[in-house]
């Protein structure tokens, strides 16, 4: 599993910069506010993330690309939950593993492999298997919502 420590903050930054986002990482005795699952989770208000060192990079690209992915009324809300449908959420798993190529010192390999780690399910039993195999429905409703475009790039916007 790769940790927040473990990358240069500033790639991270100039990633999440892109959709508005901010970082503010916190010291290690300090619970993560609005994190859904806890710490070292990440959590999220509006467009500040919350972070640790400890806090898992596939977290933070996952509470991004939910950010990304909500409805522009919600991520003006300040609600833990993302309040998201199944293809959103197929949507925001999809999405991260493409944002991890971006990040310095991170890919889209180590993504599946943090992702199957942190317990992540798919029907064909991996990240990578669903990637490739069976994300057909996630790819169509990602360029419905100008997120990634026909050669499956992201756009850099956020869903209206």
């Known amino acids: 599993m790769v940790y927040y420590k473990d990358l240069k903050a500033d790639s991270i930054n100039a990633v999440l910069k892109r959709y508005g986002l901010e970082i503010n990482c916190l010291n ?5 506010p609005h994190s859904f699952w ?8 509006k467009n ?3 972070v ?3 806090t898992p990079i596939h977290s933070i690209l996952h509470e991004s690309s939910h950010y990304v992915c909500m409805p522009k009324d919600q991520r003006e809300n300040d609600e833990v939950d993302a309040q998201g449908t199944a293809a959103e959420e197929n949507a925001t798993c999809y999405l991260q593993i493409l944002l991890a190529d971006y990040i310095q010192g991170y890919c889209r390999q180590q993504a599946f492999n943090d992702m199957d780690l942190w317990g992540y399910s798919f029907r064909l ?3 990578f298997n669903w990637f490739t195999d069976d994300a057909e429905e996630v790819k169509y409703w990602l ?3 100008d997120i990634i475009n026909a050669q499956r ?3 850099w916007n956020l869903r209206i």
Do not use: V
């Open 38 to 45: 806890g710490a070292p989770e990440a959590g999220r208000l």
């Open 28 to 32: 290690f005795d300090r619970e993560i």
């Open 125 to 127: 039993g991996s990240a």
């Open 153 to 155: 790039e992201i756009t």
């Open 143 to 145: 360029k419905q919502h």
């Open 48 to 50: 500040t993330l919350f």
């Open 52 to 54: 640790r060192g400890d």
